[in-house]
């Protein structure tokens, strides 16, 4: 099973969805509603509510029952499900959660202007020369490389404690467990050893189902 969700997030936060999301996750709101801030936290809270309904549903348990927790290096689980592997990913207003029997990395990225510093100073030369060798695509082939290594990186549970230039995703030993793909205006990395994916869209309705469904909000 590797199963992939996307959900796009309402700028304007959804009340509700929001209250359940701190309260299953004993958080507490910040302030500033407007702010960026709020907004990367809106979608941080999205991203793990789904986790957790998901995560039930393929546990045969409730999202109250299951224990969301991170690794010293910040990748999450659950600590009474560990049989199903999960990771999450958010940029600007879109959601990736991957569920797999197997580990699993995901990382998502909206497209937009590359920073070549950025690439210069942490990729890997073979990377570098990938990118540099297009000349309509940079852009494009930035994101693929900085998305597979995120990817990777949260697959394995390293976290950054692993230099990004010290691997290389072009590579074959490490380019056949990652699938890359546009979708919409974001490209998005999926490491793992899956054949296929299986991709669903969700929206903020579908979610408040199942927290009606769970009992979780009137």
Known sequence: MNKIYFLKVNPHANKEILKCAINLLN???PKGQNSKAFANFYSSCLAR?????????????KATQLKLSKTENGKPYFENASELKFNISHSKDMIAVAFSNNEIGIDIEKLRKCNTKIANRYFAKAEI???????????????????KKEAF??????????????????SEEISKDIKTFIRKDFIVSVCSNATSLDIEELSETEILQKLKTEALIN
Not at 129 to 143: A, G, L, Q
Not at 153 to 168: A, E, H
């Open 49 to 61: 509510l789904v986790a957790l309904l998901f995560g039930a549903e393929f546990t045969s348990k």
């Open 129 to 147: 020369d990938y990118i540099n060798c297009s000349v309509f695509n940079k852009n494009k082939r930035f994101f693929e490389i900085w998305t």
């Open 27 to 29: 958080l507490k709101e």
């Open 153 to 170: 990186l949260k697959k394995s549970g390293t976290g950054i404690t692993v230099p990004l230039n010290s691997f290389d995703v072009t």
